[in-house]
């Protein structure tokens, strides 16, 4: 299995810039792509970005131009550089693993999640 733990969330005005980074370990070698989640209170968990192996980077139209995804893959790191926040990017963000090299099954290959950083963007 693969372990992520999420870091660099916080309280930031609008206009204001965080870095969220999100570190794997275990079988590494079976992430195929990484995802960015976010959940607002009394939202539904959403899709924010995606950095895959084979076909780049994807964004969410709500944080295009905003949001860059980056990786260091020496580290097994994932990064979610965040400019521009604004207050209804506020959210605790994920970062999830898709385990497809290892696992056909839906929860082998999405369930590896972190433990979420909470991001606050203040008006």
């Known amino acids: 299995q693969v372990q992520l733990v999420e870091s660099g969330g916080g309280l930031v005005q609008a206009g204001g810039s965080l870095r969220l980074s999100c570190v794997a370990s275990g079988d590494t070698s079976c992430i195929d792509a990484m995802g960015w989640y976010r959940q607002a209170p009394g939202r539904e968990r959403e899709l924010v970005a995606a950095?895959?192996?084979?076909?780049?980077?994807h964004y969410r139209d709500f944080v295009k131009g905003r949001f860059t995804v980056s990786r260091d893959n020496a580290k097994n790191a994932w990064y979610l550089q965040m400019n521009s926040l604004k207050p209804e990017d506020t959210a605790v963000y994920y970062c999830?693993?898709?385990?497809?090299?290892?696992?056909?099954?839906?929860?082998?290959?999405?369930?590896?999640w972190g433990q979420g950083t909470q991001v606050t963007v203040s008006s």
């Open positions: 950095d895959t192996s084979g076909s780049g980077t």
């Open positions: 999830n693993a898709d385990l497809r090299r290892c696992f056909s099954d839906y929860e082998g290959r999405f369930g590896s």
